[in-house]
């Protein structure tokens, strides 16, 4: 299994990007999707998820801001951030779950670097 997540650099306040995942390996259709955020000193954290529904939802912190998004006949997740915020700095990762069994896969990340 691979997720191959991308789109990550620098953006000054207020700015926007967006990140994608290239998954493989799996039934990319099948599975439920996330980012997840790192900055340093702090846990990981659910940014957004899409099931494989299409049904989305949202941290607080990012919700009207960013939004998930799936492409599943290109095997891709998005997660196209607007509005950028100084705190919005951290290491992007992207996830897939498939709910049958709870199998639960880690992409590598993408840095996101927000700053004037």
């Known amino acids: 299994v691979q997720l191959q997540a991308s789109g990550g650099g620098l953006v000054q306040p207020g700015g926007s990007l967006r990140l994608s995942c290239a998954a493989s390996?799996?039934?990319?259709?099948?599975?439920?999707m996330g980012w997840y955020r790192q900055a340093p000193g702090n846990e990981r954290e659910l940014v957004a998820h899409i099931t494989n529904g299409g049904r989305t939802n949202y941290a607080s912190s990012v919700k009207g801001r960013f939004t998930i998004s799936r492409d599943n006949a290109g095997n891709t997740v998005y997660l196209q951030m607007n509005s950028l915020k100084l705190e919005d700095t951290a290491v992007y990762y992207c996830?897939?779950?498939?709910?049958?069994?709870?199998?639960?896969?880690w992409g590598q990340g993408t840095q996101v670097t927000v700053s004037s």
């Open positions: 390996g799996i039934i990319f259709s099948f599975n439920d």
């Open positions: 996830s897939a779950q498939r709910p049958r069994d709870g199998s639960f896969y």
